[in-house]
């Protein structure tokens, strides 16, 4: 991999199972090849976008200190199905093609929904999710600007907003 105007003390490799390198800049930023990023399934983006996107949510929530019960409900309204179904739908205007066509595997990849969603809304979450994954992993300053654009928490009641940053 070619990362331009870096010394090699800012960058570190490992080697997370066989075959697939991650390398770390020195300020946080994942890099993986577009080779090995494209072997993934939108599943496995799924499921590392919601990981990364509820531990955002989570930060963004830690101030002003609160009770774990008030900061647990409102992690959940902003994790759940419904509300990452508003946020895309919100940001889907600001998307490229190829973070749309991102958006359309992650959508295709859904076969089973839960019982209480409709099943437009967990296709619309899990292309959320894969996003999410997706941008973490190849152009995670690409994925902050996204999440800018989003006023997470000007809106506890789940409902999406969208800044015009």
Known sequence: MNVPNLNQNQIKSIDTFPGVRITA??????????????????VALA??????????????????????????????????????????QDLESCLTPVEKDILRRGRNAVNNKPRRLDLKIYQQASSFETLIGYLYLRDPQRLQELLAKLNLFNRLDGKAEISEQ
């Open 25 to 42: 800049l020195a300020n946080s930023t994942t890099i993986v090849d577009l080779d090995q990023l494209q072997r993934l399934s939108p």
């Open 47 to 88: 499921y590392i976008g919601d990981a990364v996107y509820e531990l955002f949510v989570r930060t963004k929530l830690l101030l002003p200190p609160k009770r774990i019960a008030d900061y647990h409900s409102q992690v959940v309204t902003q994790v759940r199905a419904e509300t990452q179904a508003a946020y895309l």
